[in-house]
């Protein structure tokens, strides 16, 4: 592909708004989505007693906090380089599995997720690359 072509595309992607601060807060954001990954899994393994489905509350309740810790870590804009390598990683070790009890692939990341996280690192490379130059 032609890099200007590859740089055009990345730039006409909508801006989507994401946090950055002083230190690298995707550590947290990973961390804080890990937890609630595990707390959601945890939460829905048990069933009803004659039935196949988890607590319906239960349920709810942990996958809005997981949804929720989804958002704020696709939406957080790393501040390091190291934080950058973490977030990639952590997204496609989430996608193929590595934090599921089962082992298998894990969808917590869906389409819009997957292009805040693709901005917020083009918001990074803009950013330390400009700064570099």
Known sequence: MNMFIATTALTAAPSV??????????FVAIEDHKRANAEYAEATKEVFED????DPVKEE?????ERSACWNLSNTVPTTLAGL??????VVDVGD???SSSGRPDNAFGEEELRNVI????DFL???????A
Do not use: M
């Open 85 to 90: 390598l973490a977030l990639l990683t952590y």
């Open 51 to 54: 039935t196949l489905s988890p």
């Open 97 to 99: 599995g590595k934090y």
């Open 61 to 65: 309740h942990f996958g809005d906090l």
């Open 17 to 26: 708004p994401c946090v950055s601060g002083e230190a690298d807060l995707i």
């Open 119 to 122: 901005n917020c690192a083009q």
């Open 126 to 132: 803009t950013t330390h690359l400009t700064s570099a």
